[in-house]
Nanobody
Framework: QAQVQESGGGLVQAGGSLRLSCVVSSSIFSINSIHWYRQAPGEEREWVATIASGGSTNYAESVKGRFTISRDNAKKAAYLQMNNLKPGDTAVYYC???????WGQGTQVTVSS
């Protein structure tokens, strides 16, 4: 089962950008879909974006047009480029590989107004 490691979070002002990374230990990374989720304080974890093995992508309505998910199969990594960040994007961001129950420790994103 795949293990994941997220990184790239930080503190940014509203309107700024961050790029999150997710490194996946999986022998079948090229066929895994990769999902990004986030969890704000006191809220349920919510799905943000998915990239399939073939590169097709899907986004939550709240981030569509601002976030871009991508992957690099050679590096067994996925990325979440976040632009025009808003205070409502403040959360711990997690990635997950399809078929694996494992979550990483997440990476904190804080957007100040």
């Amino acid at each position: 089962q795949a293990q994941v490691q997220e990184s790239g979070g930080g503190l940014v002002q509203a309107g700024g950008s961050l790029r999150l990374s997710c490194v996946v230990s999986s022998s079948i990374f090229s066929i895994n879909s990769i999902h990004w989720y986030r969890q704000a304080p006191g809220e349920e974890r919510e799905w943000v974006a998915t990239i399939a093995s073939g590169g097709s992508t899907n986004y939550a309505e709240s981030v569509k047009g601002r976030f871009t998910i991508s992957r690099d199969n050679a590096k067994k990594a996925a990325y979440l480029q976040m632009n025009n960040l808003k205070p409502g994007d403040t959360a711990v961001y997690y990635c997950r590989a399809s078929g694996s129950p494992n979550w990483g420790q997440g990476t904190q994103v804080t957007v100040s107004s």
